[in-house]
T-cell receptor, first 116, second 109 residues
Framework: TAGITQAPTSQILAAGRSMTLRCTQD?????MYWYRQDLGLGLRLIHY???????GKGEVPDGYSVSRANTDDFPLTLASAVPSQTSVYFC???????????????FGAGSRLTVL | GQNIDQPTEMTATEGAIVQINCTYQ??????LFWYQQHAGEAPTFLSY??LDGLEEKGRFSSFLSRSKGYSYLLLKELQMKDSASYLC??????????WGAGTKLIIKP
């Protein structure tokens, strides 16, 4: 089934450790996004990439980094995890970057990260 | 600042109709989205409004009034599987999506 694959599904991580959340899409979408979802808050954009080779900062980028070496993969790295990064992380993609079309997002199943 | 408001939780009865409201204050407007998210799952796209009026898609309809900064999602003939959170999102003048916290809809038999 075409879509977005995220790994791991869940992870418990000690504070100070590094972690990379993986995201792969097979829809050949140009744009990819990383969001975090916390109880009582809307989805918040961490980083995005409009096309392979480019990345940009979202609303809450501090403590996170991304790379976009090719169209399909968009990993999110936490260099030194802190408890406030405990959250559910969603990777998403779209075939455009805005404009006049709907530019609908397709989401992965999410990665639940707990930082102790 | 930018803000999306929607009720935290609503309860409705199977077979009935429910309206979930969303009000927004954003820097510009380039479309409003509704997504459905079942517990523990990914959000999935329901509807998109960019012009005023009603968009109907089966049992689900979405309404937009840009002058009032207001939208609603109307769900008819409710089924138990409609129990989920419904997320309202607005695309601002920078084409960034601003998300509401979501409305948890509980369907009772």
């Amino acid at each position: 089934t075409a879509g977005i694959t995220q790994a791991p599904t869940s992870q418990i991580l000690a504070a100070g450790r590094s972690m990379t959340l993986r995201c792969t899409q097979d829809m050949r979408h140009n744009a990819m996004y990383w969001y975090r979802q916390d109880l009582g808050l809307g989805l918040r954009l961490i980083h995005y990439s409009n096309t392979a080779g480019t990345t940009g900062k979202g609303e809450v980028p501090d403590g996170y980094s991304v790379s976009r070496a090719n169209t399909d993969d968009f990993p999110l790295t936490l260099a030194s995890a802190v408890p406030s990064q405990t959250s559910v992380y969603f990777c998403a993609s779209s075939d455009g970057t805005g404009g006049s079309g709907a530019n609908v997002l397709t989401f992965g199943a999410g990665s639940r990260l707990t930082v102790l | 600042g930018q803000n999306i408001d929607q009720p935290t939780e609503m309860t409705a009865t199977e077979g009935a109709i429910v309206q979930i409201n969303c009000t927004y204050q954003t820097s510009g407007f380039n479309g409003l989205f509704w997504y459905q998210q079942h517990a523990g799952e990914a959000p999935t796209f329901l509807s998109y409004n960019v012009l005023d009026g009603l968009e109907e898609k089966g049992r689900f309809s979405s309404f937009l009034s840009r002058s009032k900064g207001y939208s609603y999602l109307l769900l008819k003939e409710l089924q138990m599987k409609d129990s989920a959170s419904y997320l309202c999102a607005v695309r601002d003048s920078n084409y960034q999506l601003i998300w509401g916290a979501g409305t948890k809809l509980i369907i009772k038999p």
